[in-house]
């Protein structure tokens, strides 16, 4: 990155901008985005569609901010929530400077990448094609030409890397470092050291999310919502966090409780234990399960949820 400060003691020009994570489902998209902070701002799960909103995860240096825009996976619809996550993706690439595009490349193109593609194949901003889990791909190079393939005629300026998001440090620094380098000259949109857009009860709500997701099976962490509706500390330091787990039929509350109330401990003590680490403070959890019929489908639900 060049240095645009000044040996005369004047003020050194900032430069600073939006740049849009996207890609398919579950290609690694939020764990990119927590290796580029060195900090957790997004959940990760196995499981696709993981992200549900657009977080905005910020890095500064003393001259230049990023803030990273993590969308949700772009995919066919199947109900209110999933035109509402496929919205985020379309609101982000038409407010951002620059594009991250993050493929698989254990696989080749599917119908979804395809998708992708078209979105982005004739916006005119610079575009980073990064093909991740480099270190788990048999034939990175063959996928990576494949996933090019599907930009031809784009005429705006593209790069494409390949790396390991979770585990090739070194190889994330470096493509930071490129995306630092096209900034252009701005104000920075956010306080110095500021990571995140969300507030604190945002984040420790997708935290918990995050557990169930790891959790349930089948269907149900995709009928599943978090919320955080108090948040208070104790002059000791302790954290108390009480949260709502929303499901959209009664018998998924049970499924979520589960017998003698050990799913919802399960979830509540590995949800505790990552604020426990990101907060470096003591934290109780306080957890309670509500349903709010049809959610996902219910344009009020989604808005009361944060969907909006």
């Known amino acids: 990155m060049t240095d645009l400060s000044s040996t005369t003691g004047a003020t050194p020009q900032t430069h600073s901008g939006f740049v849009a994570i996207v890609g398919k489902p579950n290609v690694g998209k939020s764990t990119l985005l927590n290796a580029f902070l060195n900090t957790k701002v997004a959940p990760t799960s196995p499981r696709p569609q993981t992200t549900r909103r657009g977080v905005r995860g910020i890095f500064s240096s003393d001259t230049h901010q990023i803030v990273f825009v993590d969308t949700p996976g772009l995919h066919k619809p199947k109900d209110a929530l999933g035109k509402y996550m496929n919205q985020e993706v379309h609101s982000a690439l038409a407010d951002v400077d620059a594009i991250l595009w993050v493929v698989d490349l254990r696989h080749p193109p599917g119908e979804e990448d395809q998708l992708v593609a078209r979105q982005l194949r004739d916006l005119p901003k610079p575009l980073f094609l990064v093909g991740n889990k480099l270190d788990v791909s048999k034939y990175p190079e063959e996928a990576m030409k494949l996933y090019g393939a599907l930009l031809e005629g784009r005429t705006a300026d593209t790069q494409e890397v390949m790396l390991s998001a979770q585990n090739n440090t070194t190889a994330v620094a470096m493509l930071r470092e490129q995306v630092l380098d096209i900034l252009p000259e701005n104000p920075f949109f956010y306080p110095r050291g500021a990571a995140s857009d969300q507030t604190r009860e945002m984040w420790a709500a997708e935290i918990i999310r995050e557990e169930a997701m790891k959790k349930l099976r089948d269907e149900l962490p995709y009928a ?79 808005r009361e949820l944060g969907y909006e």
Not at 247 to 273: D, P, T, Y
Request: no cysteine.
């Open 224 to 302: 599943v919502a978090t919320r955080v509706n108090r948040w208070t500390e104790r002059e000791d330091g302790l954290q108390r966090i009480e949260g709502e787990i929303v499901v959209e039929k009664n018998a998924h509350k049970g499924m979520v409780i589960g017998a003698g109330g050990k799913q919802l401990r399960e979830i509540g003590q590995a949800a505790r234990k990552q604020l426990e680490v990101f907060l470096d403070r003591k934290v109780f959890l306080g957890l309670e399960v509500i349903v709010i019929n049809g959610w996902r489908e219910d344009p009020e639900a989604l």
